[in-house]
């Protein structure tokens, strides 16, 4: 089993930035992969970033450049920087853990609302 725990978010104004962090707790050295999910209401669950044991990463095409993810896997963290928000980027973001085994964990979200 893997716990997560994320924090980091909050009201930002457009142009602003925040940094959300996720700790992994449990069963970490099953974890091949970490990332950000994000959920805006009426919307679909989506993928922002991941990255890998091995440090490859992936971004959505929308905050790309001005997102960035980074991880600690001996820790079990992962890390999003969010530079350049603008109001689009208000959802409820995820921590998500992706296990060898094929199976995800999820943490229970934290809201991001940029709004003037």
């Known amino acids: 089993q893997v716990q997560l725990v994320e924090s980091g978010g909050g009201l930002v104004q457009p142009g602003g930035s925040l940094r959300l962090s996720c700790a992994a707790s449990?069963?970490?050295?099953?974890?091949?992969?970490m990332g950000w999910y994000r959920q805006a209401p009426g919307k679909e669950r989506e993928l922002v970033a991941s990255?890998?044991?091995?440090?490859?990463?992936n971004y959505a095409d929308s905050v790309k450049g001005r997102f960035t993810i980074s991880r600690d896997t001996a820790r079990g963290t992962v890390s999003l920087q969010m530079n350049s928000l603008k109001p689009e980027d208000t959802a409820v973001y995820y921590c998500?853990?992706?296990?060898?085994?094929?199976?995800?964990?999820w943490g229970k979200g934290t809201l991001v609302t940029v709004s003037a």
């Open positions: 990255i890998t044991n091995g440090g490859s990463t």
């Open positions: 449990g069963s970490i050295f099953t974890i091949n992969a």
């Open positions: 998500n853990a992706h296990r060898w085994s094929g199976m995800d964990s």
